[in-house]
């Protein structure tokens, strides 16, 4: 149970990340 809530944690970080760099790509990209 603890592994899969970390993973789920681990995953959930990568997610925003990626989602980060999209928009700030994105955003460049616009401006």
Do not use: A, C, H, P
């Amino acid at each position: 149970m603890i592994l899969n809530i970390q993973t789920l944690d681990d995953l959930n970080n990568e997610l925003q990340l990626l989602f980060v760099r999209k928009f700030y790509l994105s955003k460049n990209i616009i401006s």
